[in-house]
């Protein structure tokens, strides 16, 4: 059984940082390419950062030197460092893997599987 678990989020002031983990079992991770997207009421859901299996690192300009996208594939686990955040980041924040993609965009992978979210609240 595929699971993308979700957790580290929580509520913090701007200009805090928070560390998100995702626990990954139940398929080959080490062959998926990983990502962590974002959503928030009223807004589409965006790619905030992917790592390829090669271990290359995109992000959206959004939060482009100050989100770093890593990961342990010994425990299978894939983890977003977000320092310096600000209200606009608030969000649910989902970890997903794809198997393939046609491109680099985030909207190129094809993503398989999707973690059930945790919440990153940052307040003024």
């Known amino acids: 059984q595929v699971q993308l678990v979700e957790s580290g989020g929580g509520s913090v002031q701007a200009g805090g940082s928070l560390r998100l983990s995702c626990a990954a079992s139940g398929f080959g991770y080490s062959r998926y390419y990983m990502a962590w997207f974002r959503q928030s009421p009223g807004k589409a859901r965006e790619g905030v950062a992917l790592?390829?299996?090669?271990?290359?690192?995109r992000y959206a300009d959004s939060v482009k030197g100050r989100f770093t996208i890593s990961e342990d594939n010994a425990k299978n686990t894939l983890f977003l460092q977000m320092n310096t955040l600000n209200t606009e980041d608030t969000a649910m924040y989902y970890c997903a893997a794809a198997h393939s993609r046609s491109g680099f965009d985030f909207a190129q992978y094809n993503w398989n599987y999707w973690g059930q979210g945790t919440q990153v609240t940052v307040s003024s």
């Open positions: 790592i390829d299996t090669d271990g290359t690192t």
